[in-house]
């Protein structure tokens, strides 16, 4: 059982870089940061350990992240985060899935400062799904494809609550930036 | 006199707890759980929501072999075999393991993507 367990491990060893390296780039570190701001204090927190992961023949990208990763400078700013704001017990994760427009592979190849792309798809967090396109600009850095997109969210659609004692605390609308790193091969 | 007895006594008390206290770090907290990585693993594998009911939030001590080792800001280390594996990230970025290792290792439980996530974890030395 164990020798046909390794058996296994090093036949999906070989195949695995073939079909990612052909199909689909995979980022297991993405970086993604929410800021607001709001009148008594900025709440900013960042998580580190996103996937994402785009497939090259169709332009379709999908990202999730875990809400326990993010982590802000404040332990007691984690804790409201995550207990009584995302209620990260009962949704454990936010996702993204959807699509790259006018998407070309080649495109992606012949990068020479950026390429912005705007996406369309669907964004679920606590519990709730809206749609949303955000824009993603891909760059190069050395051999790594970069793609980076920022856009605002209202945590009212997201049926996140505040009450009306932390108005002054909680922003109404969340800056999200989200940075990914893609390993090409191909220069 | 009685009195006098009973400060001794407080104050004999009150050294030792004091000497205690610095001597033993009560500042780590101790895992809830204590499970071998496979197992936790094969558990997210089966039943995603009920493993989250169970390890999620919590300081899980886990056990078993270095499968990969990635370096970095926060180096990550993930144990387990096969599809059944657990990701323990670290803070300290001085931390380093070989592949074929066994160790234990504590952290808190985040979830699962890919793997099972444990984060802020410390080496349990045995």
Not at chain 2, 41 to 46: H, K
Not at chain 2, 85 to 95: A, E, H, Y
């Amino acid at each position: 059982m164990n020798w046909m367990n390794k058996k296994h491990i090093f036949l999906l060893l070989i195949l695995l870089p073939f079909a990612t390296q052909a199909q689909r780039l995979m980022d297991r570190h993405g970086k993604v940061k929410f800021f607001s701001e709001a009148p008594l204090e900025n709440i900013e927190a960042d998580n580190s350990q996103a996937l994402a992961a785009l497939d090259l023949s169709n332009g379709n990208v999908a990202v999730t992240m875990l809400m326990k990763s993010f982590h802000f400078d404040k332990s007691l700013m984690e804790e409201h985060f995550n207990e009584n704001y995302i209620e990260s017990d009962k949704f454990p994760k936010a996702t993204y899935k959807g699509v790259l427009k006018n998407f070309k592979k080649e495109n992606l190849n012949s990068i020479q400062d950026s390429l912005k792309l705007s996406s369309q798809g669907e964004l679920s967090l606590h519990g709730k799904t809206n749609k949303v396109s955000p824009d993603v600009v891909f760059y190069k850095n050395g051999n790594k494809l970069m793609a980076k997109t920022q856009f605002v969210i209202k945590i009212d659609d997201y049926d996140v609550k505040v009450p009306k004692m932390m108005i002054q605390n909680i922003a109404e609308e969340v800056l999200v930036t989200a940075i990914f790193s893609f390993e090409t091969e191909t220069n | 006199m009685k009195i006098g007895k009973i400060v001794m006594v407080i104050a004999i008390i009150s050294i030792v707890t004091i000497v205690l206290s610095l001597t033993l770090d009560f500042g780590e907290a101790d895992a809830e759980i204590k499970v071998p990585a496979t197992e936790l693993a094969t558990e997210y594998l089966n039943n995603e929501d009920s493993a989250n009911q169970k390890y999620l939030g919590k300081i899980i001590e886990v056990s078993g072999e270095v499968q990969s080792f990635e370096e970095g800001e926060n180096p990550s280390v993930v144990l387990g075999s096969g599809s059944d594996l657990v990701r323990c990230i670290f803070k300290d970025n001085s931390t380093s393991f070989k592949v074929g290792q066994k160790v234990t290792i504590s952290g808190n439980c985040s979830g699962y993507l890919l793997e099972v996530v444990l984060e802020d974890c410390k080496q349990i030395k045995e």
